[in-house]
T-cell receptor, first 115, second 112 residues
């Protein structure tokens, strides 16, 4: 079972370019999340989706957009990348029901460098 | 969101006990969590505690919860070099579905 698959693993791109980070899960989880991890700042929530067709803003949503067209996929798009978006991005999912313990399952991360 | 506070570094000798402390903010969080991150990998759930419990023991791990002070701790007995990693405390985020709010992480270094 793959769990959460993120792509690309690593990417360098020029400022101003558009970039989409892909995330797919095979656990049929209702909820999915995008976090960014920066040294000294820990993990910060960018966007989340509690179920297919719905999305919500996290702590640091500016400059990012997401969509949730189906249960399995939750892409994160940077419309016009800036150097401050250099980070490691983690996609995660959870069962997303009240009966669940709330455990998040994480992908391996996508390291993005914006020059 | 508001900050979940953790000390940033802890160094212990192999065989000693490690204690990682956390102060959280959301008193309505049903569960509180400890995650572990090894180099170059994503986070993995290490253990969690239900908010109506004071303590949970799971093999070498002991979690203590003080709801009055919003204090959570993780004790690792007989710490091994393989325990070297970053440990994150996490709570639920109000009004954000099932998202979690993480502390900045405590880097645990275990020396032989």
């Amino acid at each position: 079972i793959a769990g959460i698959t993120q792509a690309p693993t690593s990417q360098i791109l020029a400022a101003g370019r558009r970039m989409t980070l892909r995330c797919t899960q095979d656990m049929r989880h209702n909820a999915m999340y995008w976090y960014r991890q920066d040294l000294g700042l820990g993990l910060r929530l960018i966007h989340y989706s509690n179920t297919a067709g719905t999305t919500g803003k996290g702590e640091v949503p500016d400059g990012y957009s997401v969509s949730r067209a189906n249960t399995d996929d939750f892409p994160l798009t940077l419309a016009s990348a800036v150097p401050s978006q250099t980070s490691v991005y983690f996609c995660a999912s959870s069962d997303g029901t009240t009966a669940d313990t709330g455990e998040l399952f994480f992908g391996e991360g996508s390291r993005l460098t914006v020059l | 969101g508001e900050d979940v506070e953790q000390s940033l570094f802890l160094s212990v000798r192999e065989g000693d006990s490690s204690v990682i402390n956390c102060t959280y903010t959301d008193s309505s969080s049903t569960y509180l969590y400890w995650y572990k991150q090894e180099p170059g990998a994503g986070l993995q759930l290490l253990t969690y505690i239900f908010s109506n419990m004071d303590m949970k023991q799971d093999q070498r791990l002991t979690v203590l919860l003080n709801k009055k002070d919003k204090h959570l701790s993780l004790r690792i007995a007989d710490t091994q070099t393989g325990d070297s990693a970053i440990y994150f405390c996490a709570e639920s985020i109000p009004n954000s579905g099932y998202a979690l709010n993480f502390g900045k992480g405590t880097s645990l270094l275990v020396t032989p």
